[in-house]
């Protein structure tokens, strides 16, 4: 079956660790997002990747990093100079430009 | 930028229809759209209205979209319990960039007996 798959589906971190959330998916999509939810709150864009090697920042971008290597992977480190890292992570791809975006289940941190 | 608004929570009977309404500042997106998340789960694309229409129906759902009011909306007819879950309407930020979407804060519905 193809689909995104995230990892891990939830991870406690330490004040002051980077913690590195995985996803891959296998439904051959050029376009990867990663989003952070939290409660009461839509969606926002953290990072974007139209193609391989080559990924935009989103509007909440600092504290964040990612990388794109290879078309399936789209892996998003948060770093300690995240503030506020708590909260719900969704990855999602999409064919090129098109607003059908496929979601993984997503990747839930709590920093203690 | 685009700012997209919806209220927050809404119950309803089962069986009776729910309205699901979205408020937007300034939009030039080509489509809107309406996800939906089940508990503990990523979204699902639910259904979509390209922005030269002013209604679209899928089965049980009717989507209605008056562009002077910048206001879209999400009937489901019949509503069940499985219909419980959040609800986002989503446009895109600049015209063309359909994936670039901009998310409401989601309307959680609930379904009572």
């Known amino acids: 079956d193809g689909g995104i798959t995230q990892s891990p589906k939830y991870l406690f971190r330490k004040e002051g660790q980077n913690v590195t959330l995985s996803c891959e998916q296998n439904?051959?999509?050029?376009?990867m997002y990663w989003y952070r939810q939290d409660p009461g709150q839509g969606l926002r864009l953290i990072y974007y990747?139209?193609?391989?090697?080559?990924?935009q920042k989103g509007d909440i971008a600092e504290g964040y990093s990612v990388s794109r290597e290879k078309k399936e992977s789209f892996p998003l480190t948060v770093t300690s100079a995240q503030k506020n890292p708590t909260a719900f992570y969704l990855c999602?791809?999409?064919?090129?430009?098109?607003?059908?975006?496929?979601f993984g289940e997503g990747s839930r941190l709590t920093v203690l | 930028g685009e700012d997209v608004e919806q209220s927050l929570f809404l119950s309803v009977r089962e069986g009776d229809s729910s309205v699901i309404n979205c408020t937007y500042t300034?939009?030039?997106?080509?489509?809107l759209y309406w996800y939906k998340q089940e508990p503990g789960a990523g979204l699902q694309l639910l259904t979509y209205?390209?922005?030269?229409?002013d209604m679209k129906q899928d089965q049980r759902l009717t989507v209605l979209l008056n562009k002077k009011d910048k206001h879209l909306s999400l009937r489901i007819a019949d509503t069940q319990t499985g219909d419980s879950a959040i609800y986002f309407c989503?446009?895109?930020?600049?015209?063309?960039?359909?994936?670039?979407?901009?998310f409401g804060a989601g309307t959680r519905l609930a379904v009572h007996p």
């Open positions: 999602a791809s999409s064919i090129g430009y098109t607003g059908e975006l496929f």
């Open positions: 989503a446009l895109a930020d600049e015209p063309g960039g359909y994936n670039k979407l901009i």
């Open positions: 209205i390209f922005s030269n229409m």
């Open positions: 300034d939009s030039s997106s080509t489509y």
């Open positions: 990747s139209q193609i391989v090697n080559d990924f």
């Open positions: 439904l051959n999509h050029d376009a």
